[in-house]
């Protein structure tokens, strides 16, 4: 910690820290767009659009919920 150089803590693989840092990097976008998608959602008035814009909010809401739940213990 006194050592001001920054280091990657995932087994100090650079392609695991760069890929994490992209993927958080295009979540905060994702919930971005998502924030002003649903501040103007009254103001849309396709209805397949909504739909469409209401069904993928939610799939990118629970995938990573669904990938994170354990499998059957191992015996």
């Known amino acids: 910690t006194d050592n001001p150089q920054l ?3 995932l087994n100090s693989n650079k392609e695991a820290c760069s890929f994490a840092v992209g993927a958080g ?3 905060f976008l ?9 501040a103007h959602d009254s103001r849309i008035a ?10 993928l909010d939610f799939i990118l809401a629970d995938i990573p919920g669904l990938l994170g739940i354990p499998g059957p213990p191992k015996r």
């Open 7 to 9: 280091h990657c803590v």
């Open 46 to 55: 396709n209805s397949r659009f909504k739909t469409a814009f209401q069904l």
């Open 30 to 38: 994702s919930c971005l767009v998502f924030l002003v998608l649903d």
């Open 25 to 27: 990097f295009l979540a």
